[in-house]
């Protein structure tokens, strides 16, 4: 029993220090890239976006376990120079609020993506959608055919078809474990794993 208890309390310290690594790596990636633009509610979500230029709309999407960087970083001040170019952190990611369970599925983002664009004011849009982000604007095309102008997909999900590691990748959404790993494990081994940048650039080079 004593060994137990010796046990219990080294897990418990354990998970403690991950926990706070966890919650100060959290703070130096804010710090070092803190939001850059504005805030707009979404029903009752909380989406994170840049803005810039004006013209003819064309709405950005990023990609799963990615964020609007993906765009400021590369093409939008292109697009800035000649359109009005808007780019999201989609619903959880980023410094967008994190959503309801209904608001995962691609219909759901969907909808809070086109709940802010009528806030905004922007009609017609030009989607263009990577990645998971591709999913989505083809939802938006499905569900909104008469408030979109079309999508550009950059390497965009088109089907259901389970990916290699999916079961892998959805771990984080079983209830109480899931948030446990997600707040002590997995941040640090992210941080550490080895070979992620060649497998998302592959089979280009990562720069």
Do not use: C
Not at 99 to 112: D, F, I, M, R, S
Not at 170 to 196: D, E, K, M
């Amino acid at each position: 029993m004593k060994y137990l208890k010796v046990l219990a309390l080294t897990i418990i310290l354990l998970m403690a220090f991950l926990f706070l690594a966890s919650r100060f790596m959290v703070w130096q990636t804010e710090r070092a890239y803190p939001p850059q633009g504005n805030f707009i509610m979404a029903e009752d979500t909380k989406l994170h976006y840049v803005r810039d230029g004006s013209g003819n709309p064309v709405v950005m999407l990023h990609g799963r376990d990615g964020t609007l960087h993906e765009y400021t970083m590369t093409i939008f001040d292109r697009l800035a120079g000649n359109y009005d170019a808007i780019a999201f952190d989609r619903p959880g990611y980023g410094y967008s609020q994190r959503v309801k369970e209904e608001h995962l599925t691609t219909e759901g983002q969907a909808y809070l993506v086109n709940q802010a664009l009528q806030k905004l004011g922007l009609e017609n849009p030009l989607i263009i959608g990577h990645s998971y982000g591709g999913a989505v604007a083809l939802q938006y095309l499905l569900d909104y055919p008469d408030q979109v102008k079309g999508a550009v997909l950059i390497s965009g999900v088109a089907y259901i078809d389970e990916v290699e590691g999916g079961a892998i990748l959805n771990i984080p959404n079983i209830p109480l474990f899931g948030p446990v790993l997600t707040n002590t494990l997995i941040p640090i081994g992210g941080r550490f794993a080895s070979g992620i940048y060649e497998q998302a650039f592959w089979p280009a080079e990562s720069r």
